[in-house]
Every structure is written in C-alpha cells, then in structure tokens.
C-alpha cells in the first residue's frame, strides 16, 4: 500500500515541521508584550501576524492530529463493540460526514483562495499586510486531511481485510 505509506509520511513530515510554528508564534507574541507594555511601542503588524501563524499553525496540521488521532471523537456508540465493528462504523461515518465535509471545505477553500490571489488580497488594517497566503493554507490543509481520511479508510478496510492490527 504505496499511497498509504506516501499520505502518512506526507502529514507526518507536514506535522513535524509546521508544529514549529508554535515556537515563531510564542516568540513573536513575547516580542509583541515586550514592545507593548514595557516600551510602549507596539507594532502595527504584530497581531496579525500572529493571528496568520496561529491560523497556518492550527489548519495546516490537521492531516497531522487525523493521522495519530487527535481530533475529537465520539466513542459512545463504538466503546462497547469489537475493532472490526468498530472498523466498519469508522468506514461508514468517513463516507457520510467526512468525505462530503471535506470535499466541500475543499471547493470553498480553493474558491476563497483563487478570489484573495486574484485580487492580492490585503488585510483592512492600518499594516495593510497580505491575507491571500494565508487564505491559500486552508485549501492545502483540507487537501491534507482528505488525503489522510483516505489513507485511514484504507487502513481500516485492509484491517478488515485480515489486517494483524486493530484500528
């Protein structure tokens, strides 16, 4: 399973290099108090700035968190049952909610992103700072996460299959 093994490391490699994002995101943020209230100087860039990092930080992972299963869950109904039950329940809810949620996510994310690049789109503040990159993360981020969804549907049918590990 080529495709399986290339969506993971993809999103592994993607987590483990934007999950720096944190670290430029504190510093900043640390800058921003320091020029604030100890010398009095804010910039006029700084929370924006930060609010984009946070923004590419949070959606750019996402493959990410699906891959090692930290999103949230709701295991109510599926506590109980077996792994291939529970198999089943995970492929059927992938097909119902997740797919059609992310393939829309995806159309109006690549909408969102070609209108703000077609105009180079500017934020409305006094910086005036660029908003089309950043505009541009959540079309790569749902590309990401569908590419993962379809990596753990597979995962799990070959579970079903006769797979050796649980899902």
Avoid at 90 to 114: H, R, V
């Amino acid at each position: 399973m080529k495709i399986v093994k290339f969506i993971d490391v993809l999103n592994e490699w993607v987590g483990r290099i934007f999950s720096w994002g944190i670290i430029v995101l504190t510093l900043l943020a640390v800058l921003e108090v320091i020029r604030r209230y100890i010398f009095n100087a804010p910039s006029i860039w700084g929370f924006e700035v930060t609010t984009q990092i946070f923004g590419l930080y949070f959606m750019i992972i996402a493959g990410y968190g699906l891959l090692y299963g930290s999103h949230v869950s709701i295991d109510v109904f599926t506590y109980y049952i077996s792994d291939k039950k529970k198999a089943i329940v995970d492929i059927i809810a992938y097909f119902i909610f997740f797919f059609p949620f992310t393939l829309i996510c995806l159309w109006e994310g690549y909408l969102f992103a070609a209108k703000a690049w077609a105009i180079k789109e500017t934020s409305m503040s006094v910086w005036g700072g660029p908003v089309f990159p950043i505009k541009t993360v959540i079309f790569v981020s749902f590309i990401l996460l569908f590419l993962q969804g379809v990596s753990q549907v597979i995962k799990k049918i070959a579970f079903l299959r006769g797979g050796k590990t649980s899902c």
